[in-house]
Structure formats: C-alpha cells, structure tokens
C-alpha cells in the first residue's frame, strides 16, 4: 500500500540542503522564474546559470525581449539545446506584452495558453512565482514518489493524469506549504534521490520510504532509453546554428557545408531548421537567425 511523505521533514530537510539558485531568491519576479523554468528543461543546472543570467541581464521583461528579434533570442540561447525553445520564449514574450501587458499570469488556464508553455512549466510557475498548490512533476519528482511512496525503483513511462494526481495526493492544504514542499520534493530527486547512485544514507526521509523497506526491488516494467547523440542530426543541427550565431551577418552555403562531411544529413539537417523557423533562406541564397529580415532593413 502506498505510503504518505513525512512533508515537514521534507521542507526542513530542503531548508538547510537547498542549493543556492537564482531564482529561488526573495523578490524574483515570475518573468525569471518563466525564463528559468524553459531553460532548465531537460538541461542541467550548469549550463543554464549563466545563460540565465546573461538573458535576464539583457531582457529583464517580457517587453524588452518582445523588442529584438527572433534572431537575438537564438543567439543568445547559444548551446543550451533545443534551440526551439528559444523562438517559444520569444514568441511567449509577445504574448504576454499583447495579451497580458507584458505580465505573466498567475491563472492556470492562462498560463497554459502560452506558446511554449505546457503542462509541467505552468503548474512550477503558478507554484513557485505565486504560491499556488499546484501539483508539479518533473522526472526528479516521478523518482520520489515512485521510489518512496510507492516502493518501485522506476517511475516508468510518464502518465500525465496518474502522476498529477499521486503527487497532489501529497501536497499539504496550504497553498504556500504546498508549493514549498514542490520544490523540495524536487531537489531532493535531483541531489538525494538520484537515478542512478541514490544517496540513501543521506536521505531524510529513508525511514518512511517504501523502496528501502522492501528492500529495494529492481523495475521490472519499461523504461525509457537513453537519446545518444554523436553523429544525429541534432548534432548536425547545432553545428549549423554555430556558425550563424558566430556572426551578426547572413552567411554563404558554403560555410554551412563544411560543418557536416555527409551531405544528405547536412541537408536533411538545415531543412529542418528552416522549417523550425530556426533559420532563414534569403533571396541571395545566403542564410541567417531569424528576423533578421526584419532588424536589417537598408537605411
């Protein structure tokens, strides 16, 4: 039978154990903690900081980022990956400077409605920037959850509606408790409870939790595999986009065809950036970030 987490133990654990991020500094407006949020996803918290810095230092607001182009965004967001979620901040800046005058909401359903924005990233902002008891899952959340309420090793595959509904299961009634027992539940997946080397001697919770009692059984369900990357054409992807974010001006085919020595995937690659909207064809057949069109017009 699934077991309920000491929560008191969990957010006095994190007070004293938490890292020292950011955007869990008193007075962060939820413009920064969006930004965060969209950066961090499925990438590590060293990579992020200093991008994160970096952009909220040049576009504090949404209305500052909304101003420059697409292109500027891109650029910016350097190789953090999955450079599509720098043209959905973008995009969601605008949103928020037209629909919302240049605030991000605190309703759900809003938030929702954002480009960019899922279910995931609504649930952390409306949890963390407003202190709402929102239910938010992560894969470190999944872990906890599986591992010591429900005595499984792995979370297994994602399930949005069971996962939402096992971790609000748990969340106090308080909205502030709430979200601050969210984010402690998350850093302890991310620093105690780990995937693959668990630090269970240093977990404030190993007395209560039902993995350890049963004397951690390994998974027997499926499990997601690991995404290589050497030679895919992510990689070629982000190959291409170096040399456009090396330089302010657009650039010949053939600076892009000595990134990549196989042609077809170099082709196959750059279509689909194109198509991302990602990268621009111009009418001379060079290429650029996108919006440049519109940020270089001839004076």
């Not at 994602?158 to 996962?163: T, V």
């Not at 269970?200 to 369900?221: F, Q």
């Amino acid at each position: 039978m699934p077991v309920e987490l000491p929560v008191p133990t969990v957010v006095e654990w994190y007070d004293h154990a938490a890292r020292d991020l950011p955007r869990r500094a008193a007075g962060v407006p939820p413009w920064a903690v969006l930004v965060s949020e969209i950066m961090l996803q499925q990438t590590p918290v060293a990579r992020v900081r200093p991008v994160y810095e970096a952009w909220l230092q040049r576009w504090p607001t949404p209305d500052a980022l909304a101003a420059d182009s697409p292109g500027d965004a891109v650029r910016m967001w350097g190789k953090l990956g999955y450079p599509r979620r720098a043209l959905r901040l973008h995009e969601c800046a605008g949103e928020l400077v037209t629909r919302f005058r240049g605030a991000v909401p605190a309703d759900l359903d809003a938030l929702l409605s954002l480009p960019g924005i899922g279910s995931y990233t609504a649930r952390a902002l409306a949890a963390f920037a407003f202190g709402q008891r929102q239910p938010v899952v992560d894969t470190n959340v999944r872990r906890v959850v599986a591992r010591a309420v429900a005595g499984q090793g792995n979370a297994g595959p994602p399930s949005g509606a069971r996962d939402l509904a096992a971790v609000e299961a748990l969340l106090p009634a308080s909205p502030a408790s709430a979200a601050r027992f969210s984010v402690a539940l998350m850093e302890l997946g991310a620093l105690v409870c780990t995937a693959r080397s668990p630090r269970c001697g240093e977990c404030p919770i190993a007395a209560a939790c039902a993995w350890r009692s049963a004397g951690y059984p390994g998974h027997d369900g499926p499990t997601a595999r690991p995404q290589r990357f050497a030679g895919t054409d992510r990689q070629v992807r982000g190959r291409l986009l170096d040399v456009l974010r090396g330089t302010d001006e657009p650039v010949h085919r053939h600076l892009l065809d000595a990134v990549w020595h196989d042609a077809n995937q170099r082709e196959r690659a750059l279509d689909s950036l194109v198509a991302d909207g990602l990268i621009d064809p111009l009418p001379d057949g060079r290429y650029a970030l996108p919006g440049h069109r519109r940020s270089q017009q001839p004076t």
